[in-house]
């Protein structure tokens, strides 16, 4: 079983910049790939950014250029760094884990979310 604790959400202006963290705990394989999904109020979920164990990344194409998603193997614990925000990205934000050297989007394990809003 793996543990995640997303942190750092909040309320932020236009333009603004956020920086979430997911903490992972208990048991974790050599291979898993970690990534942010994100929902908002009435919409599916949406894949954000996802990154495997060799550091390669993916973006949504409605993130390529403002979200950067970075892990750090030895404290477990994945990052989403949010420049430029726009009102469109107001969503909850959940950390996922998925095990394999691959990314599918077929999480196995996901945190509890949490929220960001951005207001104009």
């Known amino acids: 079983q793996v543990q995640l604790v997303e942190s750092g959400g909040g309320s932020v202006q236009v333009g603004g910049s956020l920086r979430l963290s997911c903490a992972a705990s208990g048991y974790i394989p050599n291979y898993v790939c970690m990534g942010w999904v994100r929902q908002a109020p009435g919409k599916g979920r949406e894949r954000v950014a996802a990154?495997?164990?060799?550091?390669?990344?993916s973006y949504a194409d409605s993130v390529k250029g403002r979200f950067t998603i970075s892990r750090d193997n030895a404290k477990n614990t994945l990052y989403l760094q949010m420049n430029t925000l726009k009102p469109e990205d107001t969503a909850m934000y959940y950390c996922?884990?998925?095990?394999?050297?691959?990314?599918?989007?077929?999480?196995?394990?996901w945190g509890q979310g949490t929220q960001v809003t951005v207001s104009s």
């Open positions: 990154i495997v164990n060799d550091g390669s990344t």
């Open positions: 996922a884990a998925e095990i394999g050297r691959y990314c599918s989007g077929a999480y196995d394990y």
